[in-house]
Every structure is written in structure tokens, then in C-alpha cells.
């Protein structure tokens, strides 16, 4: 890995354009996910993107990533490690591992589509320190996961609000995870992960495309530990207005 392309810039101020985009491609007649190794951004700002044909894209503290295309990526097509970068407007079309992978961060995840793909939409990590905010995106994912949570016990949790999530869906959480849930369109299903534990989970407001608890916790909720309990005191009875990506 270490011999192929690697790109590392300490700041970067690009501004393309609708009709005039930032083109980061292969020159490669059969272009992979792995044409280049790594592409890396420590500050600074991208509008206006098209790259794809790389195998990571990792960015600093205070990046913001808008209005771009992120296609053709082998692990992750935003790496986020630290901070709270932007990352808003986008089109994740295709990714190998997952579109978006957040590590022990905050970052505002917002107005962006995931498209079908064979990875993940947003994977995190919280390291208990990780507060991401991920709002009115929409995910068209059936039959991959949305959001996954890999870790739980977050000293304040994130919070996923205003997002559309498609049907055959997944949506992924720890059963001790403090990430709040709320004013979604949950078409999705339901996994948590950590089977032993107990204690229990709220969704606060959402709306699940059934108004019938008893439904939601048969058909939407998969993987429930019998002594985990999972509270949902309210169920919308249409979409939250303004839910997924305001354009």
C-alpha cells in the first residue's frame, strides 16, 4: 500500500462550480477503488467536487466538504478522526467499506445522499468522546446499513434528527448508546447490537410509517435482548416537516 499514490495537503481552498466542478479522477482506462492510496486534507474547504477512484479521503478538525460527488471509493469515501468538519450537500453514490467513517469526532453531517452501495452509509465509532450531529439526509440504501454504531457509553451522545431513511434499510446501535433519535422517517430496521445487556433505549419522536406500537416493535425492532427495554412514548403520525435534504 505504501507504494501507490498518496496525496497529502496541509490546506486546500477549492471552489469550483455547479457547471464547472473539481474533477479528482484516475487516469486509468479500467479505473478501481484503489487507483490511489490515500488523499488527505488537514484544513481548509472543497465545494463543488468530483472524486472518485480512491481507496480513503481523510479530513481534519475544521475541513468542510459541500456540494461534491464521492464515487467509486474502496474504504471509507470521508475518513473523520478528529473535530467537527463539514460535511454537507454531498452525493455519496458508492463505497466498498462505508461513504462516511467518524472515529472519536463531532462532526455535522447534513443534506447529504447515500445511494445504494455495498458499504455502509455513516459508520461511527464514538470513543466515547464522539458527538456527531447527522441531519436531514436522506439514505436510499435498501438492504445496507444506514447508520451503524459500533460503540456505545458516549459521555453526551450525538444526535440523528430530520433524516429519511429508506425501507429494507438498517439502522445499527449499541444497546448503551446515548445518541438521541428524533423527527426521523424511520422506514428502516432496527438492529442492536450488544446482546446481555440490560437497561434501556428511547426514540424519541419519529415517524415509522406505522402508527401501530405494537408493529413497530414486532416488525421494526430486530434483535431484542429480553431484558433490554426499548421506549418509544410518541409515533408521529406523518413525515417531521422539512425531513431529509433541503436542497
Not at 484544513?43 to 475544521?62: A, P, T
Request: charged share 20%.
Amino acid at each position: 500500500e505504501s507504494q501507490k499514490i498518496q496525496l497529502h495537503l496541509s490546506r486546500i481552498n477549492a471552489l469550483g462550480t455547479k457547471e464547472q466542478p473539481i474533477i479528482f479522477k484516475s487516469d486509468s482506462e479500467l479505473s478501481s477503488p484503489y487507483d490511489v492510496n490515500v488523499l488527505s486534507i488537514r484544513h481548509g474547504i472543497l465545494i463543488f467536487g468530483n472524486l472518485s477512484s480512491y481507496r480513503r479521503l481523510e479530513i481534519g478538525k475544521d475541513v468542510t466538504l459541500m456540494n461534491s460527488t464521492f464515487s467509486e471509493v474502496g474504504e471509507c469515501g470521508v475518513c473523520i478522526n478528529s473535530g467537527s468538519p463539514t460535511v454537507s450537500n454531498n452525493e455519496f453514490k458508492s463505497a466498498l467499506r462505508e461513504n462516511i467513517w467518524v472515529k472519536g469526532a463531532s462532526p455535522r453531517i447534513s443534506d447529504n445522499i447515500f445511494l445504494n452501495s455495498n458499504g455502509a452509509g455513516i459508520r461511527i465509532d464514538p470513543k466515547r468522546v464522539g458527538s456527531p450531529v447527522i441531519t436531514h439526509n436522506d439514505f436510499e440504501m435498501p438492504e445496507n446499513d444506514a447508520v451503524d454504531i459500533l460503540s456505545g457509553a458516549e459521555f453526551s451522545g450525538g444526535v440523528v434528527s430530520f433524516n429519511k431513511f429508506s425501507g429494507s434499510s438498517y439502522i445499527k446501535i449499541p444497546c448503551d448508546s446515548k445518541i438521541k433519535f428524533s423527527q426521523n422517517t424511520i422506514l428502516s430496521l432496527i438492529f442492536f447490537n450488544n446482546i446481555g445487556c440490560g437497561g434501556s433505549f428511547t426514540f424519541e419522536s419519529n415517524y415509522w410509517g406505522v402508527n401501530d406500537l405494537k408493529a413497530i416493535y414486532m416488525e421494526k425492532i430486530l434483535n431484542k435482548d429480553i431484558n433490554f427495554k426499548i421506549n418509544i412514548p410518541y409515533i408521529l403520525n406523518s413525515p417531521p416537516k422539512d425531513v431529509g435534504t433541503r436542497g
